[in-house]
T-cell receptor, first 110, second 111 residues
Framework: KNEVEQSPQNLTAQEGEFITINCSYSVGISALHWLQQHPGGGIVSLFMLSSGKKKHGRLIATINIQEKHSSLHITASHPRDSAVYICAVRNMDSNYQLIWGAGTKLIIKP | DTAVSQTPKYLVTQMGNDKSIKCEQNLGHDTMYWYKQDSKKFLKIMFSYNNKELIINETVPNRFSPKSPDKAHLNLHINSLELGDSAVYFC??????????FGSGTRLTVV
């Protein structure tokens, strides 16, 4: 079993739909990151969380430390949100290493 | 100004050659990283470098070596390139509890 599991692996939705991507982890962490990789390959860091909830524009990220679970939500989704969304956790035992989820490929159809 | 810049963006080279990928960050971050993204899109850490402390992923072949002339640079040298080295390589940087900033990636193709 991977230490970081994301679901779903693939998600196709219509423009305007509310999107949720889930991330569960099994190790002790000091932080959790959500990243976005565009079709062109570039990676953008969206959020870093250690507790609670963060919002940036139409993106919302939440984390429940007790349940070892995080969600990334996209409101009013748009075709430009189409990308791979990656959850990564910073292992508490290693300040430098990130453990990566496999990513969720999101396609938003117009 | 680009925060984390990698060069070159694309690199095509023959097996057996030695090549380098450069990475520079102008964010004042104290830790830099190299990641390899394989064909399944998994990102695997290769090296991290913090305050002159190098942490190596033990699964990385010793043909790969990082070189950090200063805090703002972490270059990746690869000797005797093999077909299996073809991948996208990402440089990144971070500072303490702040988030990561990634370079745009270098697509290496070994022929």
């Amino acid at each position: 079993k991977n230490e970081v599991e994301q679901s779903p692996q693939n998600l196709t939705a219509q423009e305007g739909e509310f999107i949720t991507i889930n991330c569960s982890y099994s190790v002790g962490i000091s932080a959790l990151h959500w990243l976005q990789q565009h079709p062109g390959g570039g990676i953008v860091s969206l959020f870093m969380l250690s507790s609670g909830k963060k919002k940036h524009g139409r993106l919302i990220a939440t984390i429940n430390i007790q349940e070892k679970h995080s969600s990334l939500h996209i409101t009013a989704s748009h075709p430009r949100d189409s990308a791979v969304y990656i959850c990564a956790v910073r292992n508490m035992d290693s300040n430098y290493q990130l453990i990566w989820g496999a990513g969720t490929k999101l396609i938003i159809k117009p | 100004d680009t925060a984390v810049s990698q060069t070159p963006k694309y690199l095509v080279t023959q097996m057996g050659n030695d090549k380098s990928i450069k990475c520079e960050q102008n964010l004042g971050h104290d830790t830099m990283y190299w990641y390899k993204q394989d064909s399944k899109k998994f990102l695997k850490i290769m090296f991290s470098y913090n305050n002159k402390e190098l942490i190596i992923n033990e699964t990385v072949p010793n043909r790969f070596s990082p070189k950090s002339p200063d805090k703002a640079h972490l270059n990746l040298h690869i000797n005797s390139l093999e077909l299996g080295d073809s991948a996208v390589y990402f440089c990144a940087s971070s500072r303490d509890s702040h988030g990561y900033t990634f370079g745009s990636g270098t697509r290496l193709t070994v022929v």
